[in-house]
């Protein structure tokens, strides 16, 4: 999967390669089909190794990280990492930005840690095993100046889990909830730092109620699938512990009538810059 540019693995390899990233591959084991496909983000800039089964990342971690206002020097939390594609992307998109990362899954976590080591970024990008339900405490509390999320998007009374464990701990909230995803982000942001999340259009009316009084200067940025069409995701980003009135954003067109990306979405998938960052 190429998102959204055309480019060969062999070209962007050497794109890679000449960012500075390890010239390493999976070794090749005669008789054994290699569980994993190896996926390009922002124009081949990004190599991604995922699982075939499972949660796989398409766009949403792409336009989270394109969404972040950070800049050099500063520290990004991104809660539930996967397999690392949004806190890579962002890594690769803003030049000595640290991007910690927290994940719940152990296979994730050594997945998402080897695709920062594949495009090396193993220094600026870390993913350790954590649990927002609990305790973290090799982390700080109020000491990122960004924190971002792709949370689970289902309500576990309203979903039909996938029979696959890890997709469908990705697309539906377990014990922690969309309350305790919100908590967790807050306590982790300093204050007047941001918070950034990408979620379904209808969860809008719960983000804004469990971030009222906490943060302000939200943006909401629709993502529009078609011109005329309802919105499907939104990316939310607030500031804590700020006053300042919710403003909503004009948003992105996805696609054109035809199926192909909108010139500005084609910009900010290939790593150009998010109208909402700035």
């Known amino acids: ?20 990233a390890q010239p390493i591959d999976p ?24 699982p075939l089964d499972g949660y796989r990342a398409a766009i949403d971690p792409v336009l989270l990280a394109a969404s972040v206002s950070a800049t050099p020097g500063q520290r990004v939390l991104e809660a539930g ?3 690392g594609a949004a806190a890579i992307c962002l890594a690769r998109r803003v030049a000595d930005c640290s991007v910690t990362g927290i994940e719940i899954q152990p296979d994730l976590v050594r997945l998402a840690n080897d695709n920062a080591r594949l495009n ?16 973290l ?9 960004h924190v971002m999320a792709n949370p689970p998007y289902l309500e576990a009374a309203r979903a039909d ?23 967790f982000m ?28 906490q943060a302000g200067e ?8 078609k011109q005329g069409r309802a919105a499907k995701r939104i990316i939310v980003r607030a500031r804590k512990g700020i006053r300042t009135p919710m403003s909503l954003s004009p948003g992105l067109v996805m696609h054109e009538e035809d199926g192909a990306y909108t010139a500005a979405a084609d910009e900010i998938l290939r790593g150009g810059p998010n109208p909402i960052r700035t």
């Open 218 to 225: 939200l943006t909401v940025f629709p993502i529009w699938p």
């Open 137 to 145: 405490p090799r982390v700080a509390a109020g000491g990122f100046d």
């Open 161 to 183: 889990p996938s029979p696959e464990a890890a997709r469908a701990v990705a697309n539906v909230e377990g014990e922690a909830g969309l309350a305790v995803w919100l908590s």
């Open 81 to 83: 990492t996967g397999h």
């Open 120 to 135: 090396g970024l193993a220094g600026s990008v870390q993913v350790m095993i954590g649990d927002l339900v609990r305790p």
């Open 186 to 213: 807050l306590r982790m942001v300093r204050p007047k730092g941001t918070i950034t999340l990408i979620h379904r259009a209808d969860r809008l009316d719960d983000i804004l109620t469990l971030l009222a009084g």
């Open 27 to 50: 070794p090749v084991v005669p008789g054994v089909a290699d569980p994993f496909s190896e996926d390009l983000l922002l124009g081949g800039k990004v190599r991604l190794r995922q």
């Open 1 to 20: 999967m190429i998102v959204p540019g055309v480019c060969s693995k062999r070209q962007a390899r050497e794109t890679a390669l000449s960012d500075g």
